[in-house]
């Protein structure tokens, strides 16, 4: 299973990003589908996490109401959608894949298949 993540930039605060996973090796409708994201000097932490059937989906308290995951398995693709954008949100995002089942993005050791990440930086 290998993960393809994209969609980060450079944006003022306020803005909007979609990042994009594609899942490529196995149908995404088996995975729970995890957003991470850490920034220079902090532990990966996760932003939110999407249940395999794609009904349950937990969020970090900092992105609630900003930030919408989703996952198409019909495209084997899996999205964050980013919103009101502030400073705080700069980091390196990656997307995870597990075969968890369930919406909780810990332990990190549960998620065994990872993207290599993109960068979204947002500026004031």
């Known amino acids: 299973v290998q993960l393809q993540a994209s969609g980060g930039g450079f944006v003022q605060a306020g803005g909007s990003l979609r990042l994009s996973c594609v899942i490529s090796?196995?149908?995404?409708?088996?995975?729970?589908i995890g957003w991470f994201r850490q920034a220079p000097g902090k532990e990966r932490e996760g932003v939110s996490c999407?249940?395999?059937?794609?009904?349950?989906?937990s969020y970090v308290d900092s992105v609630k109401g900003r930030f919408t995951a989703s996952k198409d398995n019909a495209k084997n693709t899996a999205y964050l959608e980013m919103t009101s954008l502030e400073v705080e949100d700069t980091a390196v995002y990656y997307c995870?894949?597990?075969?968890?089942?369930?919406?909780?993005?810990?332990?990190?050791?549960?998620?065994?298949?990872w993207g290599q990440g993109t960068q979204v930086t947002v500026s004031r």
């Open positions: 999407t249940s395999s059937s794609g009904f349950t989906i």
């Open positions: 995870a894949a597990g075969l968890l089942g369930g919406s909780s993005c810990t332990p990190l050791s549960w998620w065994s298949h």
């Open positions: 090796g196995d149908s995404l409708v088996d995975y729970s």
